[in-house]
């Protein structure tokens, strides 16, 4: 009887120099540096630089004035944003534009893909709120200026470095679905906009990008720390899986948590309006680890990248609906450097199925 590996689970199907998932420690390399180092220290520009290098013969050594003209290259799509557009679900929104981009393998192409959600992100917002969308200034750091696209005024300092956190954490993660995704699209030698389309459609299911959203569902049902407990409990007895916990990979708790709420903390002390969201959110996290470690002692699920995702960007200011969104404008580097990899590998993904239905049936 042939082996199915459901999900593909233990399949090693890539060598990458691009990130190391050590699910057993809970550690997460990038290119030679632990996430939390890196998280809080580099901006987005430097995480795109450090993931493209080797992959791109033209790289300068700073990526900060190319990825501003490839947010104003990419504005010019917004064009195609109208009010029917902007009203259905951002995400869905964002990867229609995404969709006109040149399907090209240059640099300059590879940059318009990764400056687009931020800039195709703020302006949807906007106009979903009726108001007109706003041009991008070349000038500023990605992150600063992908708040300012939104709020039409410039965030704090405190604010673009929370960002950048972010985008950085989550800029890459070993063979995940949506970059698998993305390297099975480049196996095909599909330029890389279809790589990235490839990657952005399989981000957005609940189960992989799209948690954060209904993380900040579930806090808000469950309003104080008192109902925590009741709450998960019927949550779980009536089957459903708590958004935030659980991973395919780490069996530890996944350090993108803390280095997210390392950012989270410093935001707080320039911010000071977080301190109740996250104390709710503390308990609701302690009540689930405990809950979750007496129903399924055989399967250690601890707190995820998304849990924390969610209260960040909550505290950045994006609504929960955009949350898929912010993700995927850190990890289009990720998706465009394993499509890179990929084709410099050269080989077609073409695995195989076993087939179990019917045998042909005898011809009359
Ligand atoms: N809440 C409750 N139970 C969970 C759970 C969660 N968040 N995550 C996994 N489980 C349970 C499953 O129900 C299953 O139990 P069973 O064996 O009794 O049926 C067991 O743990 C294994 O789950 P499985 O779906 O096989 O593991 P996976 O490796 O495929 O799943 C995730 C990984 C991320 C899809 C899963 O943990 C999940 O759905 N988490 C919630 C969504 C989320 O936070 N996604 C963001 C990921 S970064």
């Known amino acids: 009887m042939v082996q199915v590996s459901a999900g593909l689970e233990g399949v090693i199907a890539a060598a990458t120099v691009l990130s190391d998932v050590d699910g057993q420690a809970g550690r997460l390399t990038l290119r030679g540096w ?3 180092d890196l998280a809080g220290r580099a901006r987005f520009e430097d995480a795109a630089h450090l993931l493209f290098d080797g992959f791109f013969d033209d790289l300068p050594t700073d990526l900060a004035p190319a990825l501003g003209a490839a947010r104003v290259r990419a504005f010019a ?19 229609a534009l995404l969709a006109r981009l040149p399907d090209g393998e240059t ?5 318009v893909l990764a400056a687009a959600p931020a800039v195709f992100t703020a302006a949807t917002l906007r106009c ?15 992150a600063a200026d992908f708040l300012r696209m939104i709020r039409g005024a410039a965030p ?8 950048d956190a972010y985008l950085v954490t ?33 981000l957005k299911g609940p189960l992989h990008g799209g948690a954060p959203g209904p993380v900040i569902d579930m806090l808000d049902t469950i309003g104080t720390a008192d109902n925590a407990v009741p709450w998960l409990e019927a949550a779980l007895d009536a089957g459903e899986r708590l958004m935030g916990f659980g991973h395919r990979i780490y069996r530890v708790r996944d350090p993108r948590a803390d280095a997210l709420k390392a950012a989270l903390a410093r935001l707080s002390r320039t911010a000071g309006a977080l301190p109740g969201r996250l104390a709710l959110a503390e308990a609701v996290e302690r009540a689930a680890l405990d809950i979750l470690r007496r129903r399924k002692p055989d399967r250690p699920l601890e707190t995820n990248v998304e849990f924390y995702t ?13 949350f898929t969104c912010v993700f995927a404008a850190g990890r289009t580097v990720g998706w465009i450097a394993h499509a890179r990899e990929q084709q410099a590998g050269g080989k077609l993904i073409r695995p195989q199925s076993v087939y179990v239905g019917p045998r042909p049936r005898a011809a009359a």
């Open 310 to 322: 969610a209260l960040l960007l909550e505290a950045l200011g994006f609504p929960p609906q955009a």
């Open 128 to 142: 979903r709120d009726g108001q007109a969308p706003v041009a991008p200034d070349p000038a500023l750091p990605h």
């Open 156 to 163: 704090t300092e405190g604010e673009a470095r929370a960002l």
């Open 34 to 36: 632990a996430v939390e």
């Open 107 to 111: 640099l300059h192409d590879a940059l």
């Open 77 to 95: 799509e917004v064009v195609a944003l109208d009010t029917a557009l902007a009203a259905r679900d951002p995400y869905d929104a964002m990867r």
């Open 170 to 202: 989550v800029c890459d993660h070993g063979l995940n679905a949506s970059t698998f995704a993305a390297r099975v699209a480049a196996s095909t030698r599909a330029g890389l906009g279809s790589a990235v389309l490839a990657g952005l459609s399989t």
